[in-house]
């Protein structure tokens, strides 16, 4: 009996997911825990391994498929390892019995067919729709791919050296529809997050409030601080300084810290940041777990490592799941405020513009200071703007009143610009 390769379900919200890419073809050998296939979920992506050992024998849907979770996606013909055999048929030693000749009949049907595998170059589906495509004999076309396997470029790097032989009339990414405009097909990341953030749109009652922020004395402390950070291997951003101001007004404004359901708001008694970072595909958001435990260099760290890990696609499952509360900073790319979309089942989120030095008012005359733009998303349907601009004016009250000093590695008591948490 084949061995079925199901759509995982990485996460108990998670519905769907996107087949990326195929790591092997239908008739390849693969090993237990071998990865087969790169998929996409709105949570992350990530690699399914096989399940046994043995050869794949049907893939059943093509690269850039959307399926429900617990869909069968392929089967491999399981096979046993040579050696559970060679110690029964060993020469000279008791005949098989028929339960080992039909392991061994088995293990001969592997081999044959590898070999036969090995003749045909195992062309890929996509390799052998180019060569029906373009009308080419594929024994023709020398394979440059790993074990001589004949690929895509082979393909039409042979059609290039080909005269009379015409290629199909759409090779690329994009479509042209009409003389000045052209379709761009959507990533499976871009195409999830559109249907989530517009499911967010659908179920929240988005509203947005700004609040303005003085960073002044953010700014000299990072400036007197960075340095020595930066000897601990610590590029130190403004980013850790916002997120342990709204986890202490969190603890202030539980309600910001909640979900809705249709029975009542459930309010969390535990704090999980979720950090927006940005890719070339799209968004993703881990998390930092008990984010109220640490203090400013912890923190810092924490942000600086799952950023890494979220660009180099090194996250795990646990990395991007539990988040209560989100920090988006578009301030990164310049933008001074947005309205920042919530994370569901989250009820809000904390947009951070980007900290300029601009003329203000401060006692009647006009100074010149670091200004920063906050702006809060949150679902009317749990709190109103009161609610709302009490937490945001927390946050603001934390980082204008920052403490400027020097931090002094390995102290045995908080340095003071660490606002009380330690």
């Not at 491999?76 to 029964?88: D, L, P, T």
């Not at 950070?229 to 610590?234: D, L």
């Not at 089942?345 to 006009?366: E, S």
């Amino acid at each position: 009996m084949p061995v079925d390769v199901i759509m995982p379900q990485m996460g108990e919200s998670v519905a769907e997911g996107t087949i990326l890419k195929w790591l092997v073809h239908e008739g390849d050998k693969v090993e237990k825990e071998q990865p087969v296939v790169a998929i996409s979920t709105d949570k992350i992506d990530t690699e399914v391994p096989s399940p046994v050992t043995g050869i794949i024998k049907k893939i059943l849907y093509p690269e850039g498929k959307t399926l429900p979770v617990q869909t069968v996606i392929a089967q491999i013909e399981a096979v046993e390892a040579k050696e559970g055999v060679g110690g029964v048929i060993g020469a000279g030693v008791l005949p098989p019995t028929p339960e080992t000749a039909k392991k061994v009949e088995t293990i001969k049907a592997v081999t044959e067919a590898g070999k036969i595998e090995e003749a045909e170059k195992r062309y890929s589906p996509l390799v052998r729709r180019l060569a029906k495509e373009y009308n080419i004999t594929l024994e023709k076309v020398r394979g440059t791919g790993e074990g001589g396997r004949v690929t895509k470029k082979d393909i039409l790097d042979y059609v290039a050296s080909q005269p009379g032989v015409t290629p199909p009339p759409t090779v690329g990414p994009e479509k042209r529809i009409l003389e000045k405009e052209v379709l761009v097909p959507l990533s499976p990341k871009r195409r999830i997050t559109a249907e989530r953030m517009v499911q967010s749109k659908r179920t929240a009652a988005h509203v947005t409030t700004v609040f303005e922020v003085d960073m002044t004395k953010i700014v000299r402390y990072r400036d007197i601080n960075k340095d020595t950070m930066k000897r601990e291997g610590i590029h130190l951003t403004y980013l850790p300084f916002i997120t342990l101001a709204s986890v202490r007004a969190l603890k202030e404004h539980p309600l910001l810290n909640s979900s809705w359901t249709d029975e009542g708001v459930v309010q969390k008694n535990y704090i999980n940041i979720g950090i927006a970072v940005s890719l070339e595909d799209g968004l993703i958001v881990p998390v930092i777990k008990d984010a109220d435990k640490k203090d400013l260099l912890q923190l810092a760290k924490d942000i600086q490592d799952i950023a890494a890990r979220a660009r180099n696609k090194k996250l795990s499952l646990d990395d991007i799941q539990g988040g209560t509360f989100t920090i988006t900073n578009y301030g990164l790319n310049g933008s001074l405020f947005g309205t920042p979309v919530i994370l569901q089942p989250q009820v809000a989120i904390l947009g951070v513009g980007a900290v300029v030095k601009r003329p203000v008012v401060i006692d009647d005359a006009i100074a010149i200071r670091s200004m920063m733009y906050l702006s809060l998303s949150f679902d009317h349907r749990v709190m109103d703007g009161a609610n709302a601009d009490a937490f945001l004016h927390k946050i603001k009250e934390i980082l204008e009143g920052w403490e400027v000093s020097v931090y002094e590695p390995k102290m045995s008591s908080p340095p003071t610009g660490y606002g009380g948490v330690w």
